[in-house]
């Protein structure tokens, strides 16, 4: 492992019932010595959980004493609806938002902007910094876009929405380091910072569920990562592979230059803990008791 730890942040989703509401809590206590830079809570596809993501960030500010960014997406609102939902984060004292266009709703064919909404994360994003002083994370993908044209159509509509007013990206999830590498290149070559984009990382909790949302999402699987958990799954070593798969990229990442990493939890938090903690990033902070 990397001699130097990174910085950590870590990307939480909303409960939708009483015991995903145990879960998240049971994550942020697992996860919160670890001293992240921020924890993030997601939207459904669709913008389906709009409410419960407003909750879960207003119940984590207020009692995990964690800087929390909110999600917030462009789908089926209206640019006042969704600027309202921003200003009541604001009220709240939440001034971190990550900013998407959003996946469309399930079944749909295809991102349709409301006649009255945001048509893109660009204009979400300028809309945003007239409206509060707010600090402003965005997506980039290393792998190219199943909407764009190609790779280099993802480092052009990255670099408009850094100038639009974002501060950071976070990248959809990679499986291999030279991913994050060529893409980070292919920034600093645009004009980019790379300092500003942290890589996404996914610890793999579940190969088959993992290997679908990577097809979705146009992340490319490298055979030889198939391989190894389709052996290790009848082996029933999947655990243990997926913690050393998940160590030696960010590993690998570190040694690239790498300072900050951004792990995509999925409200399981014991992966993330160990990989963490390989890397040397270690309990440094109680939470704080729930108001």
């Known amino acids: 492992m990397s001699a130097t730890a990174p910085a950590v942040s870590f990307e939480f989703f909303p409960p939708q019932n009483l015991e995903g509401s145990f879960r998240l809590w049971d994550t942020v206590q697992t996860l919160a010595p670890l001293d992240p830079r921020f924890v993030s809570v997601t939207y459904g596809a669709g913008g389906t959980t709009r409410d419960l993501t407003r909750d879960a960030v207003a119940t984590l500010h207020k009692s995990s004493g964690l ?22 984060f604001a009220e709240a004292g939440v001034r971190d938002i990550v900013a998407l266009r959003g996946d469309p709703p399930k079944g749909s064919n295809g991102f349709e902007p409301h006649p009255q909404g945001f048509a893109s994360s660009i204009e979400l994003i300028s809309a945003l910094k007239e409206v509060g002083d707010f600090n402003i994370r965005v997506g980039a993908y290393p792998d190219t876009h199943p909407e764009a044209a190609n790779a280099q159509a993802d480092v052009d509509w990255l670099k408009a929405k850094l100038d639009a007013g974002a501060t950071e990206a976070l990248t959809q999830f990679f499986f291999e380091a030279d991913t994050f590498f060529r893409f ?7 004009g980019i910072d790379p300092s500003l984009i942290t890589p996404g990382i996914l610890p793999i909790e579940s190969w088959k569920g993992t290997r679908n949302f990577a097809r979705r999402c146009g992340a490319t699987i490298p055979q030889w990562v198939d391989d190894a ?4 799954l009848r082996d029933n070593r999947q655990d243990l592979l997926a913690t050393a798969i998940c160590a030696e990229l960010c590993s690998d990442l570190i040694d690239g230059g ?3 990493l951004h792990f995509y939890t999925m409200n399981r938090p014991e992966l993330t803990r160990d990989v963490c ?6 309990p440094k902070t109680q939470l704080q008791n729930v108001a």
């Open 67 to 88: 800087n929390v960014a909110a999600h917030l997406t462009c789908v089926d609102a209206t640019r006042e609806e969704t600027l309202g939902i921003a200003r009541g």
């Open 184 to 190: 980070r290149d292919a920034c600093d070559k645009a």
């Open 229 to 232: 958990f389709e052996k290790a």
């Open 258 to 260: 790498v300072d900050k």
């Open 277 to 282: 903690h390989a890397l040397g990033v270690t």
